[in-house]
């Protein structure tokens, strides 16, 4: 079992920044991939960024440059620095971990940017 707890969703505007961060209640070290995933209303949940346990990152075209995936082992949490901010951003962010074959999330943090 795995309890993740995001934090650091806010109103800001575009061009701004935001730092998003990730925590497990289980050693991040042992988890496969931990993620950034966000959905936009009326929208399916994307991927936005993930981190392998090695890692390696990945990002979706439409962030990349401007976002960037981290983790702190010690800290059991995971980030997601997110810069120059667009409207299009506008979403709930969530965070995911697999462990194995299962995968957990967190509850989510708003972030909407203002136009």
């Known amino acids: 079992q795995v309890q993740l707890v995001e934090a650091g969703g806010d109103l800001v505007q575009a061009g701004g920044s935001l730092r998003l961060s990730c925590a497990s209640s289980r050693s991040i070290s042992s988890l496969n991939v931990m993620g950034w995933y966000r959905q936009a209303p009326g929208k399916q949940r994307e991927l936005v960024a993930s981190?392998?346990?090695?890692?390696?990152?990945d990002y979706a075209d439409s962030v990349k440059g401007r976002f960037t995936i981290s983790r702190d082992n010690a800290k059991n949490t995971v980030y997601l620095q997110m810069n120059t901010l667009k409207p299009e951003d506008t979403a709930v962010y969530y965070c995911?971990?697999?462990?194995?074959?299962?995968?957990?999330w967190g509850q989510g943090t708003q972030v909407t940017v203002s136009s």
């Open positions: 981190i392998t346990k090695g890692g390696t990152t």
């Open positions: 995911q971990a697999r462990l194995q074959i299962l995968n957990y």
